[in-house]
Every structure is written in C-alpha cells, then in structure tokens.
C-alpha cells in the first residue's frame, strides 16, 4: 500500500456527488458509460461478498477495505484499488457518514485499449521483479483525477459517450502505464510470461466451478508444472486453486437462493456440493450464518 495519499479535488468530489444526488434506487449506480459504474454509501456498511472484475475502483470519498484471499487491501480517498483478473472478494466501507458518504468510480479496463497503448509508448513499462500479484493500492490523483472527472461530466451529454470516452480511457491506459505501478500493469494484465495462462486457467475453473476439476488438468492448460501452476496461481491470486473454487461456488449458492428462491439442498447441489451439511458448514465460515439464517437476514435488510 502507498505510503501516503492525496485527497481527490473538489471538482471530482463535486460532480460525483451531484450525479448520485440526482439518481434514484440504491447504488451501485449503473450509468450511460458501459463498465463505469458510480458506487456511493451514507453509512459504513457490513462487509459484502463479490467477485471483482478488471478494473479500476478509485475511491473519490470516504474509506473501504477489500480481501482476496489472505490479503486485506485498505484505501481510502485520493487512492485506487487496481484489479487484474477476476477474482471473489470481500469488502466493506469504512468510512462514510450522511454528510459525507462514500463516493467511488468503478472503471472497467478496456484490455484492447491498454494493449494498444502500451505498444505505442516509446519506454515500455517494465516490472521491477517483485512478485506479480492481480490486485494492489496506487495513489490516484494529477492527470488520472482529472480523467474521471472528464468521465463523470460526459454523463451529461450520452450522445458524445461514444465518441469520447475511448481517448479518456486510452488517457487513463497511459497514466497508469506511465506511473510508478506501469511495470506491475503491465507484466500481470497485458506482458507476463505465465500470467496469461493463468488467466486462461482462472477462465476454465470460473466456468467450469460446479464440477470437479484436477490441478493438473489446470496447470496444463497453463503449460506450467503442478507445483508452479499452484504456487503462480496463489502468488495471482492469494488463494488456492481449490480456495477459489469454492468462493465462487458459495457466491453461486447464495445468489440461487435470493435470486431464484432456490432452498438449501438445490443451491447445495446446483454448485457441486454432495453433501448438504459441508455446503452448510462452509458457507458459514465464509458469510458468517449457516444459509437459512443468512438468507433470511439479507431479504429482511433488502425489504
């Protein structure tokens, strides 16, 4: 994590909170700008369970904390959390109060964009060697500030969206490629030797989660050994292969049941558990409640 940040401007601060002032529902506030996506919170909330998806999620107000794994991660205004792979998640704010809510800018990474602008930049980014992970803290302000900013106001004028946003977001590519954190960016979403791989590895045990899988099946896919697809994979991702598979299982679960009103059992079974009562047991340890008690809950705070 940075060693310190930089408040956001009171421009930024400003149009975000007009925008979600004139909104109506409950945030996450999908807008007219495919994969932005505006989040906005009064009060600190309980930590909620999702599965992150490449992107940008710059913190305009107020704090959040999010866990992959057994990485927590802690940001809060003028920073950003930067998310390369898919990958479950637990957050929660932290700081947010009716006066002055949490206020964030959730940007999906248009890959094609940063590839293209990566190949254009005269010194590429290069990795200072450390350990690639798919998920870290970057300050966020200066020229990245200003670009969200550009973003948010367009959200008033939908006809030029298309014709605008993709130089913000090609603007956005080259701050971040530029930055101190350009090498990390680079070499985990776009450059890495193995990281691609795991990617494609992470794809086929995202799609094919409710079925058993082996780890040397994995790991072919990703032309790695076992032992090295599994330590990669952990490096990525700050979970195991079999870890991460059961998150998404779980959120599955979860999902059956609020969504589609399915019972224990079903869900159970739909996500790959034999046993009603081990799906029982670990979807306690990861939500918290044992499944009817925890589905409950959600439909009452959701009424």
Sequence with gaps: MPAGSKT???SLVEAVTRYTNAQRGESPFATAIAGFTILRSN????????ILKPALCVVVQGAKWTSVGTRRFQYKAGQ????SIEIPSVSRVTEARPGRPYLAVVIEFDLGI????????DTPAVADGKAVHGIFVTNFDGALADCVLRAVRLLDK???????????????CYWLLAGPHGGEIALMTLAGRHTPRI???IHVLRDRFAKPIRIEELAAIAKLSPSAFHRQF???TSMTPLQYQKRLR???ARRLMVSAAANVETAAFQVGYESPSQFSREYSRMFGLPPRRDIASLRQMAA
């Design 114 to 121: 940063m590839r293209e602008v990566m190949e254009e930049l």
């Design 80 to 83: 950003a959390l930067v998310i």
């Design 250 to 252: 779980l959120l599955e």
């Design 43 to 50: 009060n600190e909330k309980h930590p909620s369970h999702t």
């Design 8 to 10: 956001m401007p009171d």
């Design 199 to 201: 990617v494609k590895a």
């Design 158 to 172: 939908p006809k030029a969206i298309s014709a605008l946003y993709p130089a913000i977001m090609r603007e956005i």
């Design 234 to 236: 952990k490096a990525l």
